[in-house]
């Protein structure tokens, strides 16, 4: 359930959360090809400007630097997968994590028969273009892979570019098709928090320029001249798709109608028009047009006469520009004047402390109701959370929570829709445990592509409940759709399909773990458990690491996940993952899984209590008991353990050998190498 109705994302590019990688190559001299000065003087441009304060100002430190590297292709996405890896995790520990990924290319572009692009490296040679250049599918995973939570902006300069666009589309699969109905079809009151641009100095099958004698290639040139000089005419802050156009105009100046028209695209399209978005300063002069009768005075802080509607669109530039204080203070002036949808916002940054605010619950609540009174929707559903999580000085109350989330989802609010299903499926708040109403509702919001929406749903088709047939297809592109959201539910699940093969995916352990990893980072505790398991075994294309997979093991249980409880107790009494050997820590985690109804942990607990281990005392009667509950939910070693207690006549049970071979044969073809030895000692096959 939601804490809060989302924010707007900020702008892109800020210089506290943006990270930066500049590659390519200038000298080609071994391979026959040259050199190519304006290559190596326009990578020089972009890395001044990323950390210019007359530029974007960004941290040394966030600028990975490898143009001209020696390194061969292969050893150049190994460094990029490497150093994103290192300083991607080191600002989130740092509790500042990295929001946007600027990847900037420039050399030579090489396309073979199938115009799949090679972008060409200092070992890149003559004849074997392809073969020893960085392929775009292969640039395009690596970044996936090792910044799933990043917006990831690549610019590339070089002949033919506009060719990796299939390659960086294509790095999503077939789902994205399959979900495309659900997706944002433009900003609306959300900016995108994940997905992908590619912004590309030429079109496909065109060349790009380096004029003869030039400083630096024609469109590299023309985005340095616009983001260092600025573009009249444009906002204060620029956007990717304001930077191509303004950049292309440079080059028709300079290079006449022969100049290629840069091309811009959104790689992936269930994520909103991240194009659109402010991202570079502009360092244009603004200029004042004829002057004005002198205006009356006005006291300090006093705005222009303006409607509460251009305060509250004035507001939401600023939130978009990054400006939160000067935001905060607009929302006030609209909100002091009744406007509803300001009242949400600052009852929004009032919340989270925001904008130079104090945290404060109960203003933010005050300032919802204001605005639930007036019927707001996305206010209604607010207010609601608060009473259902009893926040801000009010009593706890589900049913005036069902009623408010009723209010609002009547007039269409997905957010309201997907709270209200959820109390419908639970049978919260007064309402009737409905699944079919619910299902009704989680469809209403996903459509309008909530994620949390789209996860439930999913589970619903998944599980064929709420009415609906079985149909793990369904399911799988209902989770890929919430995970390319960002959402960690729907990666988790999505992971899930992966490692099973289901929904008609190929079972593919890598993808997996990336999706699963993506999920742990969020601190959602069953993939950070799945993930440990990957660690543990060394499948997934991770190595085998028994300590990651204990840390993993331990955030998960600390949030009482069951079977992260149950695993830990495992390394706890085996002495794994660097943990001391402790069987009394062993028995207390068994504990708490069993009590949560786990199978693991009933099994493991019933062999502490057969061999009276962790301090506790011999009683193969609880031991058997726990066997048969862990048993009945069709876990092997409990199968195997009871099935002996059968043959043996142990915990109070009577000898019953044929029992004793059923459950040896559950165990043997879940496999339990155990059953399988007792069952061929009795002469039994399984």
């Known amino acids: 359930m939601r804490a809060a109705a989302p924010r707007p994302g900020p702008r892109l590019l800020d210089r506290e959360a943006t990270a930066a990688i500049v590659f390519g190559a200038h000298d080609w001299t071994e391979a026959g090809l040259g050199r190519a000065p304006s290559f190596l003087r326009s990578a020089k441009g972009v890395l001044g400007y990323l950390i210019d304060s007359a530029g974007l100002g960004l941290d040394p430190t966030l600028v990975i630097d490898l143009f001209d590297d020696t390194g061969s292709a292969n050893d150049q996405l190994a460094r990029i997968r490497d150093s994103l890896d290192i300083l991607l995790r080191d600002r989130r520990e740092e509790g500042r994590p990295v929001a946007d990924l600027l990847v900037y290319y420039v050399g030579h572009g090489h396309t073979d028969e199938q115009n799949h692009l090679a972008l060409l490296v200092r070992r890149s040679r003559r004849g074997m273009e392809a073969e020893t250049g960085i392929k775009a599918p292969d640039l395009a995973r690596v970044l996936r892979v090792a910044a799933p939570q990043q917006r990831r902006l690549v610019v590339l300069d070089c002949c033919f570019s506009e060719a ?13 098709q399959a979900v495309a109905a659900t997706a944002a079809k433009d900003l609306g ?89 402010p991202a570079f300063p502009n360092r244009a002069p603004r200029r004042s047009g004829a002057a004005a009768p002198p205006a009356a005075p006005r006291s300090p802080g006093q705005s222009p006469a303006q409607s509460p509607d251009q305060i509250f669109a004035l507001a939401r530039q600023r939130e978009v520009a990054g400006d939160d204080r000067e935001a905060a203070r607009l ?46 929707a996305r206010a209604q559903v607010n207010l609601g959370i608060a009473y259902q999580e009893g926040q801000g000085g009010l009593p706890q109350d589900d049913q005036e929570a069902a009623r408010l989330y009723t209010l609002s989802a009547d007039q269409g609010d997905a957010y309201g829709q997907f709270n209200l299903g959820v109390f419908h499926e ?81 079972k593919d352990d890598r993808k997996a773990a990336v999706l699963y990893k993506a999920a742990a980072d969020q601190g959602y505790a069953p993939a950070q458990v799945n993930l440990g398991v990957l660690y543990e075994t060394g499948r997934g294309g991770l190595p085998q690491d028994e300590q990651r997979a204990a840390a993993l093991y331990r955030l998960a249980a600390d949030q009482g996940n069951a079977t992260a409880q149950a695993n830990l107790g495992f390394f706890h009494e085996k002495g794994l993952g660097g943990l001391p050997q402790d069987d009394r820590r062993a028995v207390e985690l068994y504990g708490l899984a069993a009590d949560q109804g786990n199978a693991i942990g009933q099994a493991y607990l019933g062999s502490a209590y057969r061999d009276g281990q962790g301090g506790l005392p011999k009683d193969d009667r609880k031991a058997a008991a726990l066997y048969r509950l862990a048993a009945d939910q069709g876990n092997a070693h409990a199968q195997a353990n009871l099935g002996f207690f059968y043959e043996k006549g142990r915990g109070g049970l009577s000898k019953d050998e044929q029992q004793a071979v059923q459950l040896y044969q559950s165990a043997a073809r879940g496999g339990n190498e155990y059953a399988r030895d007792r069952l061929r000692q009795l002469g039994k096959d399984w």
């Not at 290079?255 to 790689?267: D, E, K, M, S, T």
Request: aromatic share 6%; charged share 20%.
């Open 164 to 176: 990796a666009a299939r390659d960086f589309m294509g790095q999503s699969g077939a789902l994205d």
């Open 189 to 277: 009151e959300v900016q995108p928090r994940r997905g992908s641009l590619l912004l590309c100095s030429s079109p496909l099958g065109e060349v790009s320029i380096g004029p003869p004698a030039a400083a630096r290639t024609l469109f590299s040139g023309a985005v340095l001249d616009v983001l260092r000089l600025g573009s009249a005419g444009h906002p204060p802050v620029l956007s990717f798709a304001e930077l191509r156009d303004a950049a292309y105009q440079r080059m028709l100046e300079g290079f006449g109608a022969n100049a290629p028209r840069p091309v811009l695209h959104q790689v992936n399209a269930t994520q909103g028009d991240l194009t659109r978005l």
């Open 331 to 376: 929302y006030r002036l609209a909100a002091d004047q009744g406007h509803a949808p300001a009242q949400v916002n600052l009852g929004i940054f009032y919340e989270a402390g925001r904008g130079g605010l104090p945290r404060d619950e109960q203003r933010a609540v005050d300032l919802y109701k204001a605005a639930a009174d007036q019927g707001h």
């Open 426 to 506: 639970e049978g919260w708040g007064g309402l009737p445990r409905d699944e079919r109403r619910a299902v009704q509702l989680y469809k209403l919001a996903a459509e309008q592509g909530d994620a949390d929406a789209q996860v439930n749903l999913g589970v619903f088709h998944e599980t064929g409940r709420g009415g609906l047939p079985k149909d793990d297809r369904k399911a799988a592109a209902l989770y890929k759709a919430a995970a390319d959201q960002g959402n960690a539910f729907g990666q988790g699940n999505l992971g899930i399909c992966y490692a099973r093969g289901l929904g008609g995916l190929a």
